[in-house]
């Protein structure tokens, strides 16, 4: 493990108890009402992590903006380990925990809680989502994009069919089996409570990707029906969504564990949101 990897690590785990009582209570977990305000201890324990993670992780990208933080963000996030599509699996049981039943995941878009052995591809299991479609950029499930954990989550057979590999949008018919989510021919809306987390996954995936390791230069832009080409819009809601759900205890602890546990890389607007609009 390099040595500045090393040094957050000690810190983030430092830290590590109070992040994981925030969990208990994060509104990316099952469909709820939002929850009180984080207290003053907990909203410290962040800064610090945050801090930290400025000094060692982030150090060569903090005070840039526009092109040079993106440039910045991904020459550091494209240092990771990878893991195989197979273990995919095994891994979403871990980021996507439900912190308040250790057998279960979570599921992004319907929020339900379902048991970790119900995974597979049949009705009333879950299966792996690709947040970043598939298809945009042609990817696959290819070790790679195809595999990176920072846009791939649980969720329900029928429900992830129903997204398929629309674009990201707002308005549409109610989805079945998904409170708060809306789809038509061309767009995905999900639930208010993880449209920050859709968002930041999607430009994570902008930036990580940029067409200098052999697979496509992912880009978000204004369209919908975007088809295999490698974009993925749409960029305002996007950012607007980023905006209207700020990262919550849920979200920051699955970016921890996907750090610690699996690829050594961070999504850099679950840590710092601000640089949504410092980019974009």
Known sequence: MP??????RRVLLALGVATATLATTAAA???????????ATAIATSAAATAALDDTYYQNAIGKSGTALKSALHTIIKNQSKVSYAQVWDALKS???????????ILLYSGA??????????TGDWNREHVWAKSHGDFGTATGPGTDLHHLRPEDV????????????????????????YTDSDSFEPRDAVKGDVARMILYMAVRYEGDDGWAD??????????SSPAMGKLSVLKKWSAQDPPDAFEKRRNDVIYEQYQNNRNPFVDHPEWVAAIW
Request: glycine residues 12%; hydrophobic residues 25%; charged residues 20%.
């Open 29 to 39: 977990a099952p469909v709820s009402a939002p929850s009180a305000s984080a207290p």
């Open 113 to 122: 809680s379902r048991a970790k052995t119900r995974n597979g591809g049949n």
């Open 95 to 105: 980021t996507d925990q439900d912190p308040a039943n250790s057998s279960n995941v």
């Open 158 to 181: 029928t429900v992830n069919a129903a997204r398929g590999n629309k674009d990201f949008d707002t308005g549409g018919s109610a989805v079945s089996g998904a409170p708060g989510n």
């Open 218 to 227: 992912l880009e978000p832009n204004e369209k919908v029906n975007n088809g």
């Open 3 to 8: 040595r500045r990897q090393r040094s957050v």
